[in-house]
C-alpha cells in the first residue's frame, strides 16, 4: 500500500494537512434551540438549550425571604433539564397567567396596580412606586448573586418591566415604566451580571445607549426585518446597535404558533432575518414545538444549524517528528460560516493523545472562540512532547466550564473520541 501524504510528512520532518470539510452538526453548545421543554413535539433534533422564565413572586415570595433555590429544582435543576443550559427571564407582569407575578407582601405594602384587559388581562405595577423601585433592585441583586457565575445559566434577558417582561404595556403605554426606572433596572442589571451575557427585547431610549448589551426578538421574522421602523433590525439601526451581535448575543422566539409557515412560504424571510440579525439561537418558541412533513423537519434542523456559529477546522500545522520532552507548536486554521460568534470564553485546548486514547499531553491556546467571528480565525499552542518516544495524535477540545469536557463538534468529517476532534498525528524519537 502507498504511503499516505501525511505519512510523508511525518517522514519528512514536518505536516501541513488541509483538513477535510463537511456537514456542520446540528447544533452546538450556546446556539440552536431552547424550546420549554414540557412543550417540545419533536423530540427527534437534538438541543443545548432550555428556556425558564420567574416570576418575582415565586422567587421572594415574602419580603427577604429568597426561593430561588426550591424554583431551581423543578425547572433548570429537574429532568429534562438538568443537562441543558438556561435562558432565563425574571417577569412582574404577565398576561393572562395566574397567579400574578406581583409579590403579595408588594401590594400589601400599598404599591398600586391597574388592572387591564389586552392579552388575556392582568395587572400592571406602579413602577414609579419608590417601594416597587427599592424592590426591584433587590431583587436584581440576588438574581446576580444566585445566577452570575452559575455555568448552567446561559444568557439573561432583562425582563422584569411591562407585559411579559418585554418592556412595553402596548397599547396601554400609559402604564409602562417611566424612563429612570428604566434606567435604574438596566444599571442594575449590568452590576449584577459581570460574567454573563445580557439581552433587552428593543434598543429604545436609555437601552439603545447601551454598547455592551444583546438583544431579543420575540416574533422572528415577521416583526424583525422592516421596512416599518418599528421593527426589530430598524431599531437597531437606528440606535446604532446593529453590531452588538459582536460582543452579545441576539435570539429570541419565532412567531408564535407559526413555524409551518415561516419554514414554508415564509421560509426566505426566516433565513434572511436570521443572517441579517445574526440570530444564535430561537425560543422557547420554536420548530421543536410542532411536527410537519419531511420539508419541514429538513427546514428545522437547517435553521439550527444557520442560527449562531459553526466553526470548520482549515489545516493544521505541526512538527512530525520532535525529541523527547521537545518543544511542540502546533498552529490551526479555521472559518466560522456561521452569523455569530459563540457566546462563551471557553478555554481552547490542543491534547496529545496516546494510543489508548488518554491525554498524556498538550497546551492551552491564548485564543478565545469569542473572539471568532464570521470569516476566518487562526490559533495555537506551544508545549513539551510527551517524554516516551512513540506515536501520537493531536486533538482540538473547546472546553465546557460546566461539564470540564470538550463539549463543541467541528464542520469536518474527523474522528471524535471522547469529546475530542483528532486533527493529526506525530512521532516523538530520540
Known amino acids: 500500500m502507498a504511503p499516505s501524504m501525511l505519512t510523508l510528512a511525518l517522514l519528512a520532518g514536518n505536516v501541513d494537512r488541509a483538513l477535510p470539510a463537511g456537514p ?213 439601526r437606528a440606535s446604532g446597535r446593529e453590531n452588538n451581535w459582536k460582543i452579545a448575543p441576539t435570539g429570541g422566539e419565532m412567531v408564535p404558533g407559526a413555524a409551518k409557515r415561516w419554514l414554508g412560504e415564509g421560509w426566505a424571510t426566516t433565513l434572511q432575518a436570521v443572517r441579517d440579525t445574526h440570530f444564535s439561537w430561537i425560543g422557547p418558541y420554536c420548530p421543536l414545538l410542532e411536527t410537519g412533513d419531511a420539508t419541514f423537519k429538513a427546514r428545522a434542523i437547517e435553521l439550527s444549524q444557520k442560527s449562531g456559529y459553526q466553526f470548520r477546522l482549515t489545516r493544521v500545522r505541526h512538527a512530525g517528528r520532535v525529541a523527547p520532552s521537545g518543544g511542540l507548536n502546533v498552529q490551526v486554521e479555521g472559518m466560522n460560516e456561521g452569523v455569530a460568534p459563540m457566546y462563551g470564553h471557553w478555554p481552547v485546548r490542543i491534547a496529545v493523545l496516546d494510543a489508548s486514547g488518554a491525554e498524556v499531553g498538550g497546551g492551552r491556546s491564548p485564543s478565545d472562540p469569542f473572539s471568532w467571528l464570521p470569516g476566518k480565525f487562526f490559533f495555537g499552542a506551544k508545549f513539551p512532547a510527551p517524554k516516551t518516544p512513540g506515536h501520537y495524535r493531536i486533538a482540538l477540545g473547546l472546553i465546557d466550564p460546566w461539564t470540564q469536557r470538550s463539549a463543541v463538534r467541528f464542520a469536518n468529517p474527523l474522528p471524535v473520541e471522547n469529546g475530542w476532534t483528532i486533527l493529526s498525528e506525530f512521532d516523538v524519537r530520540r
Open 24 to 236: 456542520g452538526p446540528v447544533t452546538n453548545p450556546l446556539k440552536g434551540y431552547a424550546p420549554y421543554v414540557d412543550a417540545i413535539k419533536d423530540t427527534t433534533i437534538p438541543f443545548t438549550m432550555v428556556y425558564h422564565d420567574a416570576s418575582w413572586a415565586e422567587l421572594e415570595p415574602e419580603r427577604g425571604v429568597w426561593k430561588f433555590d426550591e424554583w431551581a429544582a423543578r425547572t433548570m435543576r429537574a429532568a429534562p433539564s438538568r443537562d441543558k443550559r438556561a435562558i432565563l427571564r425574571v417577569y412582574v407582569d404577565y398576561p393572562n397567567r395566574k397567579p400574578g407575578g406581583i409579590p403579595q407582601w408588594l401590594l400589601d405594602s400599598g404599591v398600586k396596580t391597574t388592572a387591564y384587559s389586552d392579552y388575556g388581562g392582568g395587572l400592571a405595577p406602579d413602577y414609579a412606586d419608590p417601594k416597587f423601585r427599592s424592590g426591584i433592585k433587590r431583587l436584581i441583586a440576588e438574581m446576580g448573586r444566585r445566577w452570575n457565575k452559575d455555568p448552567q445559566v446561559a444568557f439573561i434577558q432583562i425582563g422584569l418591566l411591562g407585559f411579559w417582561g418585554e418592556w412595553h404595556t402596548y397599547p396601554r403605554t400609559e402604564l409602562f415604566a417611566p424612563a429612570i426606572v428604566q434606567k435604574e433596572v438596566i444599571d442594575a442589571m449590568r452590576a449584577a451580571f459581570p460574567d454573563k451575557p445580557l439581552m433587552a427585547r428593543n434598543a429604545a431610549d436609555y437601552v439603545g445607549q447601551q454598547t455592551w448589551l444583546g438583544f431579543h426578538d420575540d416574533m422572528i421574522p415577521e416583526d424583525t426585518l422592516g421596512p416599518e421602523e418599528w421593527k426589530f433590525l430598524p431599531t437597531l
